[in-house]
């Protein structure tokens, strides 16, 4: 092998060995935005979760000051602040 076929076989495979790296880097870089995807995810699940029992919780107090009213009402103890 020539010093001239030996230079072209070697930048070849540099040239080679660079788009490996970098396909690696792209695909280490996709790994990180999955699993900040995930998290970001992760985070507004929790949200939407605390969202929906905070508004049962509202409509099952909501249910329990209507009850107290009409016990009130019926038995002829008011009751202050409701």
Known sequence: MSEDQFTKLFNYMEKRF????KRFELTASQESLDRLTNTIDNFVKRLDDA???QVSRDEQFKRLLNWA?????????PLTDL
């Open 51 to 53: 969202e929906i029992e």
């Open 69 to 77: 009213r009409k016990v009130s009402k019926k038995t002829g103890i």
């Open 18 to 21: 660079n788009a490996i790296d």
